[in-house]
Structure formats: structure tokens, C-alpha cells
């Protein structure tokens, strides 16, 4: 961690004297080793130490333009040299990856409201390497690495985000030119949304209904040029912009997008799912939402991204609540570090818990997308729709979540948590955006729950189900009756089970009844509320099953100290949860009063033992004072200094009078009204 400098306040540096394990060694956990540590503070200094970047200047008081421009010239700062140390590394696909996972967090302390390249990086490439043939890769991933070209990814239109299917936009094929022709036929029809578009990239994948031979084929992905390679004016037929500004993002230069008879050439449709011969005949995929591939990736990404956001909202909240003094507990004494006050420790040491067993959920999730998609490549497809319910829900979980915590996080920090100063604002609007873009979050956990109510079909029927709902079983084993509930943390999942197994029943029954007198899709509707409600214990069931399976691997695998840490935050995530979901519990579980009470308690010997270590697990999520941009959060401590001295570099603060007074103020004042 490259630590401040300055001395570190005494009230922080006495609760890092406590820490009784091995900071170090959860980091490399939190990292994936120890090279790993090494090899992020290396791409973190090299990038955050370079003057021409002028991180310096506050970003947050430029107009909308200005923040756009420096963004795109940071960008391209850390680019030229993303590509130098590129080369200094070995020049390898596996090099890029590694800068580029570091760069994640970096870029955000770079453009902290938001990248105007990130979906050339992600979106745009992951398409073209995992959607087209082999030719369409020799011709354009060279022109994407080298950034010969900058794309970015279109779905979106203004009428339509969530029901991909009704797209508007059209590709017309001709056999005879060998071209395609894109047309906006409506206003609604106009791309909108997409990351990069508005003033930044020059082409796009852009997804539109194929028509050919007089049929249209559904959605399918083209790669279209939109802007002139020289000049970057927009080329004919292409009406293009910004779309304003936002709740946050404001640097990542989303935009607008409208065609009017763009030809585009033959080749230029991806096809490696679906195919168009050259006379226009076409030919299906193996499993039509192979086209939604790249979104399906993102969504895995996005809990790892949910965890770190996560972790940098309790780490700031962490260290100021350490070294902020405030009411007495017993009147005679001394005002206590905020931390100290119970309600305090509950609105941080849950958050924290869940920032570990997200990252345990991505790392496994990381692993089950490499062996789905290897099994994909060999044409075996039978565990797509199993790793789309399972990313669907935990993406929205896991933001749903995020957000919320971040926010707690926000108001734990009182009245400095408002500034912007303290950091908390960028990543709450990171946070909240990532509820709705790459799927809408309800939309989501409807998803997941079609795969609820067929494997709970499936499972009432004698069928097989995947291991992640095998517990439907038991809850129709028990037929009707409750589970009983022990407190232990197995009796925990199981209670989370059997209440996710119960919401779902309630919803597949609620569908049942309905359909004697509606169609199954308006039972389904008439169901939603039960079944996102059913996705979203069935997401919390996931994550404490991977929680307890990985915790348990890292237990035995670290020092006993360290083990002791780990073992204490499994349980805080779990018994928090319980308590949280209680009502649904109650439902489906015989738990009584004492037992709740007990787990109360057990909350309460939770934090007792985690008030030592707290600071040591947020202290090893190890981000570094120019990552965390925060005068509450910095590692030494020094809340107040570091707040007086971002006042002082207010743009009002730079003279004493501000011109309004004599333009405005003092003529009011004077005019006895
Ligand atoms: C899934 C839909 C909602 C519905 O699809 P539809 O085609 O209509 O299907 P249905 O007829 O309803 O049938 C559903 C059946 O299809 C199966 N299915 C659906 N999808 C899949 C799939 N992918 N794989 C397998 N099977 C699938 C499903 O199981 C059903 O089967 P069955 O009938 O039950 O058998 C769909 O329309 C949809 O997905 N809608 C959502 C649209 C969406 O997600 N759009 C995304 C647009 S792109 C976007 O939003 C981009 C955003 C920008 C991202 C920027 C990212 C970078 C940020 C990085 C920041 C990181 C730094 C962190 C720093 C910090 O934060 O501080
Ligand atoms: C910051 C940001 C970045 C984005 N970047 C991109 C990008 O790079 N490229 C791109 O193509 N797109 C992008 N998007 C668009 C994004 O993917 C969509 O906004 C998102 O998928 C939601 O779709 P929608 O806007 O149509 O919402 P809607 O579907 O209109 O949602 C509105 C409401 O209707 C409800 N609703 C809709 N359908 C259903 C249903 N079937 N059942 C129950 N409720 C329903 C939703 O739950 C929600 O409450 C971005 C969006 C944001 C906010």
C-alpha cells in the first residue's frame, strides 16, 4: 500500500497496534496471491505517478464539457503508456488481461466520474473476440488492440432496453450489392444509451433485425463504422450525440444514434452464431441467445466490481468512525470514537462481511463462466441457461446490495459523508447505475426465477435439478412441513433455503391458480412480486453456500489467526442475513422467539469480536490514498486536516470576495426592498 507520509492520528494508529493477524496475508487472499499484490502496486504506482495525468486537479468543479475533454486526454495518457508497459512486460494477451484488471480501479481514481473508453476495452472487443469467425478476427482485432478503431456496443434504443427481442433498429440485406442497409425506421428506434457513442468512438457493434429474403431473423450483432477515420465527422446517413447529463457518468459520454440507409458490407456481420450466406439465405445458431453472450460476461464482472465498491465505502466509513469522537456513552466520560456506539457497528461490520463473500461469489463465478463457455466451444450448450439465471440474479443482488451499503456507508459518516470531498458520492453513483445498465435489476431476478419455477417443476416431478437448487428437493421432501431451525451456520443456509424454496412454491402456486383462469403469462406477471422475492433469497442462498464452501477452503489454507478472522466474518454475513430476511424465515422455518433472540446475541459477540479486526480487513482490501480520493478514508487518519485543506481549494475560496456581491448582493441589501 503506498501509505501517506504524514504522521498517522493516534486514535488509528492504536487500533492498527490491536490487529492480531497477518494484514498482509489477506491481502494476498484478497488479490489471489502474493505476486499478484505486487504485480497491482507496480501498475497502480506506474500509472498514478505520472505528472502529465495532473491528478491534482479536483475534476469535480469543471463544467460538463471540460470534464469530458480531461477525461479523454487522462485516457489517453494512461493508454500510450498502458501500451508501453505492455511491451516492457512481454507483449502477451495474458499481460494485457493483467494490466487491464488492475487498470479497473486505477481509471476510476483517474476519471472518477467515468471512462470515456471503457466500452472499447470490454464491450466492443469481448463481442469481436467471442462472436465473430476467424477472418472477421484477423481483420479486426488487430485494428481494436492497436486502437486503430474505437468501438463501443449499441443495443440500447430509446424505446426499448430490457425487451431486446422488439429492437427496432433494421439491417436489410441485398444479396445482389452484398450489403446490408440500416435504417431508424421510428424515433424510438434510435440507439440510446450506449457508453462511448456520443463523441468518443468511430465504430460500433450495433444490434439490429436482420432481414432477409423478405423474413426478418431476429437480432443479430454488425459492426458499423460511424465517423469519418480522419476528420471523425459522421458519416452520411448517421445522426449522432451525447445524451445529456446524468446522476452520475458524466464522463463516460453516453449517446445517441439514428440511421438513415447506412450501407454496410457483407462481411461486417458477426457470424459466428448465426450465419447469412452470401445469397441471403439464413442459417440459425445452435441456441439463439448465444447473440447475448457479451452480456453475459459483463454480468459476471459486475460482482467483483460490486464487492471492491463495497470495500472502499466500508473502508472509508471504517476509518473515519475510528477516529471521529462524538456523544458520550456514559455521561462521565470522555466522547468515544464513533465506532464504539453498537449502531455504528452495525451499519459497517455487515457491509464489510458482504465485501469478502462477494468477492468468494465472483472468484467462483470466474471460474463456473471459463468451464461453461469451454464446454460451449466444444458445442456442448446444456448449461447456458443455468449460468444465465445464476448472473442474472447475483448481478442484481449483489448491486442491489452494493448500492444500499454504499449508502449506509454514506450516512454512518453524518454530515462530512455529503461531501464530496469524502469520496462517497462517486461510488454511490457507480454503484446505483450498475442496478439498471446490463439488465434492470427486477428484469434480472425475473429471470432467475423462470429458472426457479422449472427446476421446482422439475423437482416435483422426480426430475434432476443443478446442484445450486438441489435444496427445492428437500422442501418438497418435507411436504408442507417446517424446517427446524439450529443455529449453527448450516442451520442458517438451511433456514435460507428452505425460505427461498417456500417463496418460490408460493409464487409456482400462485401461477398455478391463476392460470385456471388467466393465460401463463399473465399468471406470471400476476406472480412477480413472489418470484423476484423468490430470486432474491435464492441469490442469498448462493452466496452463503459459496461463502461457507470458500471460507472453509481459506481456512484451511491461512495462519489460525487469519483463519479466526475469516471464520468471524462468514458468520457476521450470516446471521446479519438471517435477521434481515427473518419475516420470509419465519414463514417456512419453525425458529421461535429465543432462537431469534439468540442470534441477536450472537450479532452482538460478532462484533465484540470484530471491532479488533475490522480495521485490519479494511486496511487489507489495501487500496491505496490516490484510490480511495478520500479526506474521510485516507490511511493516516487525519480526517480534519485533509477536509480543511479541500475546502480551501473550492474555486470559491480563491478570493475573498466573490463578484456577486457587488453585482447582486450588496445592491439587495441596499435597496431596503
Ligand atoms: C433476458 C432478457 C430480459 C429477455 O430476453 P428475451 O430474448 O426477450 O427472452 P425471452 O423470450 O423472455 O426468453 C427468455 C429465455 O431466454 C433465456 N435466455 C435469455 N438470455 C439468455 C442468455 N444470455 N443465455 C442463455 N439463455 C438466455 C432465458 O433463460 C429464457 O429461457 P426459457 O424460455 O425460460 O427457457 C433480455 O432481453 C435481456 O437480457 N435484457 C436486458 C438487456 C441488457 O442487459 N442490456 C444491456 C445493454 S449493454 C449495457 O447496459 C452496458 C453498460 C455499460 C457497461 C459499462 C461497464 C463498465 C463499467 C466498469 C466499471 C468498473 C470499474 C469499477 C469502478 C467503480 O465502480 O467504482
Ligand atoms: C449508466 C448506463 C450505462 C448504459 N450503457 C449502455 C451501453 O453501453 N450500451 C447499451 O446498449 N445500453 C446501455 N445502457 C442501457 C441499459 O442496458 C438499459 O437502460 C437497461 O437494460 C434497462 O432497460 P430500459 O432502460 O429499457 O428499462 P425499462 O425496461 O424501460 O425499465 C423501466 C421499468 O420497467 C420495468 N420492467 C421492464 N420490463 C419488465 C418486465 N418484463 N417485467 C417487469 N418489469 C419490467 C423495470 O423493472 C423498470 O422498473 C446503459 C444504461 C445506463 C443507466
Not at 481509471?107 to 470515456?116: R, V, Y
Not at 471492491?308 to 466500508?314: D, H
Not at 442475513?577 to 450479532?603: C, F
Request: hydrophobic share 40%; with cysteine; aromatic share 10%.
Amino acid at each position: 500500500m503506498s501509505k501517506n507520509l504524514s504522521i498517522v492520528n493516534k486514535d488509528l494508529k492504536e487500533e492498527r497496534d490491536k490487529i492480531n493477524f497477518n494484514v498482509e496475508e489477506f491481502t494476498n487472499w484478497f488479490y489471489g496471491g502474493a505476486e499478484k499484490v505486487k504485480e497491482k502496486k507496480y501498475i497502480e504506482n506506474y500509472f498514478l505517478s505520472d505528472k502529465d495525468l495532473n491528478l491534482e486537479l479536483d475534476t469535480s468543479y469543471l463544467s460538463y464539457k471540460d470534464k469530458y475533454e480531461e477525461a479523454v486526454r487522462r485516457s489517453i495518457v494512461v493508454y500510450k503508456k498502458l501500451y508501453k508497459l505492455h511491451n516492457e512486460m512481454g507483449g502477451t494477451h495474458e499481460d494485457f488481461v493483467k494490466i487491464m484488471e488492475n487498470l479497473r480501479f486505477t481509471m476510476g481514481a483517474i476519471n472518477p466520474e467515468g471512462n470515456p473508453f471503457v466500452l472499447h476495452f470490454s464491450m466492443f472487443a469481448l463481442t469481436i473476440m467471442n462472436m465473430t469467425n476467424d477472418e472477421q478476427k484477423a481483420e479486426w482485432l488487430p485494428r481494436i488492440f492497436n486502437c486503430n478503431i474505437l468501438g463501443t456496443y449499441a443495443q440500447t434504443e430509446l424505446g426499448h432496453g430490457t425487451y431486446i427481442q422488439r429492437l427496432e433498429t433494421t439491417a436489410t440485406y441485398d444479396p445482389k450489392t452484398k450489403e446490408f442497409t440500416l435504417n431508424s425506421p421510428t424515433l424510438t428506434s434510435y440507439k440510446w444509451w450506449p457508453g462511448n457513442l456520443g463523441h468518443t468512438v468511430d465504430h460500433a457493434i450495433v444490434m439490429a433485425q436482420l432481414y432477409s429474403q423478405g423474413k426478418c431473423h431476429g437480432i443479430q450483432p454488425f459492426i458499423v463504422q460511424l465517423r469519418d477515420s480522419e476528420t471523425h465527422k459522421p458519416l452520411p446517413g448517421i445522426d449522432i450525440g451525447d445524451i445529456g447529463n446524468k446522476v452520475g457518468f458524466q464522463t463516460v459520454n453516453n449517446g445517441f444514434l439514428g440511421f438513415k440507409n447506412v450501407k454496410v458490407p457483407y462481411k461486417n456481420m458477426l457470424m459466428k452464431n448465426s450465419k447469412l450466406l452470401e445469397d441471403g439465405t439464413f442459417i440459425k445458431p445452435k441456441n439463439a441467445k448465444l447473440n447475448y453472450g457479451t452480456m453475459v460476461i459483463i454480468r459476471v464482472h459486475m460482482i467483483i466490481d460490486a464487492a471492491c465498491r463495497i470495500a472502499k465505502a466500508t473502508t472509508i466509513a471504517l476509518r473515519y468512525s475510528l477516529v471521529r469522537r462524538q456523544s458520550p456513552i456514559n455521561p462521565n466520560e470522555i466522547e468515544p470514537k464513533i465506532i464504539e456506539h453498537i449502531t455504528q457497528q452495525n451499519k459497517i461490520f455487515p457491509g464489510i462481511a458482504k465485501a469478502v463473500v462477494f468477492k468468494c461469489m465472483a472468484d467462483y463465478l470466474t471460474k463456473l463462466h471459463l468451464s461453461i463457455t469451454q464446454e460451449g466451444n466444444t458445442g456442448n450448450l446444456a448449461r447456458m441457461p443455468e449460468l444465465h439465471a445464476l448472473s442474472c440474479c447475483l448481478k442484481a443482488v449483489c448491486t442491489n446490495e452494493d448500492a444500499k451499503t454504499v449508502e449506509v456507508c454514506r450516512l454512518s459518516c453524518g454530515g462530512h459523508g455529503f461531501l464530496r470531498s469524502a469520496g462517497l458520492d462517486d461510488v454511490y453513483r457507480n454503484s446505483t447505475a450498475a442496478q439498471t445498465y446490463e439488465g434492470e435489476n427486477t428484469v434480472m431476478l425475473l429471470q432467475a426465477a423462470r429458472f426457479l419455477i422449472k427446476s421446482f417443476n422439475e423437482a416435483r416431478n422426480g426430475g434432476s435439478l443443478t446442484e445450486g437448487v438441489k435444496y427445492l428437493f428437500d422442501f418438497i421432501g418435507r411436504n408442507g412441513k417446517r424446517e427446524i431451525f439450529d443455529n449453527s451456520i448450516n442451520g442458517i443456509l438451511r433456514a435460507i433455503q428452505a425460505a427461498a424454496a417456500g417463496r418460490t412454491y408460493i409464487a409456482w402456486k400462485h401461477i398455478e391458480d391463476d392460470k385456471r383462469h388467466n393465460s401463463i403469462e399473465v399468471a406470471t406477471n400476476l406472480a412477480g412480486v413472489h418470484l423476484t422475492k423468490a430470486a432474491e433469497l435464492h441469490g442469498y442462498v448462493c452466496l452463503l453456500q459459496v461463502g461457507i464452501e470458500e471460507i472453509e477452503k481459506i481456512i484451511r489454507n491461512v495462519s489460525p489467526a487469519l483463519g479466526l478472522v475469516f471464520k468471524n466474518i462468514l458468520e457476521l454475513f450470516a446471521v446479519d442475513l438471517i435477521l434481515n430476511k427473518i419475516g420470509d424465515v419465519i414463514q417456512h422455518v419453525d425458529i421461535s422467539n429465543e432462537d431469534i433472540e439468540k442470534l441477536e446475541k450472537q450479532m452482538e459477540t460478532l462484533f465484540k469480536f470484530f471491532r479488533t479486526s475490522a480495521i485490519g480487513v479494511v486496511d487489507g482490501f489495501d487500496f491505496s490514498d490516490p484510490i480511495i480520493d478520500s479526506t474521510l478514508g485516507s490511511y493516516d487518519g487525519n480526517v480534519y486536516e485533509n477536509l480543511i485543506n479541500a475546502a480551501r481549494k473550492s474555486p470559491l475560496n480563491q478570493e475573498d470576495v466573490n463578484r456577486t456581491f457587488h453585482l447582486y448582493i450588496k445592491p439587495f441589501m441596499k435597496s431596503n426592498l
